[in-house]
Structures are given as C-alpha cells and as structure tokens.
C-alpha cells in the first residue's frame, strides 16, 4: 500500500517562505507524475503543481513565480517550495500522484501538513 508523508508546513508572515516535502512509500514513485494539492476551510482541494517523472512541471497560475515544486527519485520525494507567501495561500497541503487531467491518483491521501500565512 502507498503512504504518502507531507512535512515542513508552518505559521508564516506575508511575505515569507517555506518548504513542503513529500515521501512516497512504494515503488509507483518514479515513473508517476506527483502533484501538490493545497484544501482551504470551505473550499474544494485543488491542484496547485505537479511534476513529471521526467521533471516537467506545471502550475497554478496563482503561484506562478512563487512556488517551485521539484522532486528526488532516490529518495521518492516531492518538494514545493513556496516564497512570497500571501495569506490566500493558507491550505492544508497535500501530494499525491497526478492523473494526466489533474486528478489524483490515489484515493486515500496523507494527513497533510498546514500552512498558515498571517497578514
């Protein structure tokens, strides 16, 4: 069974930084596109980033020139790097892997790791 492990959320101010990782157990990790999701209180989750096996990245277009989302496949990790941080960015973020049309592969996800921007 695949578990998915987010870390490294926190409580920022506008304007500052952080850096998500996410650890995939199993052996669907290197061949899979992996995405980053993020679920704000009342909101839908929605896809945020995502990475091809190949390093091809995508994102939303608003964090476009914010966040960089790359990956390791030795050690089957995803990360997401987020600067200039805003208080709509607040979200429980999350990674699973990524369908081609943005879905997520996975029904069963991580416990998340929450991010909270102060303005």
């Known amino acids: 069974q695949v578990q998915l492990v987010e870390s490294g959320g926190g409580y920022v101010q506008d304007g500052g930084s952080l850096r998500l990782s996410c650890t995939c157990s199993?052996?669907?990790?290197?061949?899979?596109?992996m995405g980053w999701y993020r679920q704000a209180p009342g909101k839908q989750r929605e896809l945020v980033a995502r990475?091809?096996?190949?390093?091809?990245?995508n994102y939303q277009d608003s964090v476009k020139g914010r966040f960089t989302i790359s990956r390791d496949n030795a050690r089957s990790t995803v990360y997401l790097q987020m600067n200039t941080l805003k208080p709509e960015d607040t979200a429980v973020y999350y990674c699973?892997?990524?369908?081609?049309?943005?879905?997520?592969?996975?029904?069963?996800w991580g416990q998340g790791t929450q991010v909270t921007v102060s303005s």
């Open positions: 699973n892997l990524v369908n081609p049309d943005g879905r997520p592969l996975l029904r069963s």
């Open positions: 990475i091809t096996s190949a390093g091809s990245t």
């Open positions: 199993g052996n669907i990790f290197r061949v899979n596109t």
